[in-house]
């Protein structure tokens, strides 16, 4: 079984101020996906990586998956009170036709 | 407009009382699922199906049914719901394999009494 952790559970930042979320695993992934789910809605896709090393943006949000293909991070620069949200990473092995999904960083960010 | 509707969004009911929740994809993706969020155990899959009448088992099946006669409906069974069933349950779909990403229902919180 492959396992996703990420760091940490919760954060709770005040805006402008800059955050990272990690996402490690000891199993290789083909594509990692990170996606933000706010109260009483299911997750929406951010972002999918499938290169080791790259790096995409989304505005404020940097997303980068490790060169090996472990691990991966959301970046989120001078962060929002509409950043608060619940954040979800989630990997594929090879052309397995199931998602991995880590336990979450629950963020919030207050005035 | 692009979605995953569920229905119902919110149910109460009682153990062992029959219920089916219900998924509508507008999207024509051939992958569907099912998946249950609990605190502190994150999303679990219940069920996929990769196509029409082709179905099979995610990490947590148990006490759970899916049938996929159309393209774009997948509904979740509970025969004889029990308390430890009480959770929030997620539909989702994908044009393939979910190495893309998925689009996700807004959610049925399910209560069993």
């Known amino acids: 079984t492959q396992l996703l952790e990420q760091s940490p559970q919760f954060l709770s930042i005040q805006e402008g101020e800059n955050l990272t979320v990690y996402c490690n695993s000891s199993s290789v992934f083909s594509s990692l996906q990170w996606y933000r789910q706010e109260p009483g809605e299911g997750p929406v896709l951010l972002v999918t990586v499938v290169t080791g090393g790259e790096v995409k943006k989304l505005k404020r949000l940097t997303f980068q998956f490790g060169d090996a293909r472990k691990d991966s991070s959301l970046h989120i620069t001078a962060a929002q009170p509409g950043d608060t949200g619940l954040y979800l990473c989630a990997g594929a092995a090879g052309t397995a036709s199931k998602l991995t999904f880590g336990t979450g960083t629950r963020l919030q960010v207050t005035l | 407009e692009a979605q995953v509707t569920q229905n119902p969004r919110y149910l109460i009911t009682v153990t062992g009382k029959k219920l089916t929740v219900t998924c509508s994809q507008n999207?024509?993706?051939?992958?569907m699922s099912w998946y249950r969020q609990d605190p502190g155990l994150g999303l679990r899959q219940i069920y996929y199906s990769m196509n029409v009448e082709v179905t099979d088992k995610g990490d947590v099946p148990e006490g759970y049914k899916v049938s996929r006669k159309e393209k774009r409906n997948f509904p979740l069974i509970l025969e004889s719901p029990s308390p430890n069933q009480t959770s929030l349950y997620f539909c989702a779909s994908s044009f393939g394999v979910p190495n893309y990403g998925y689009t996700f229902g807004s959610g049925t919180r399910l209560t069993v009494v």
């Open positions: 999207m024509n993706h051939e992958y």
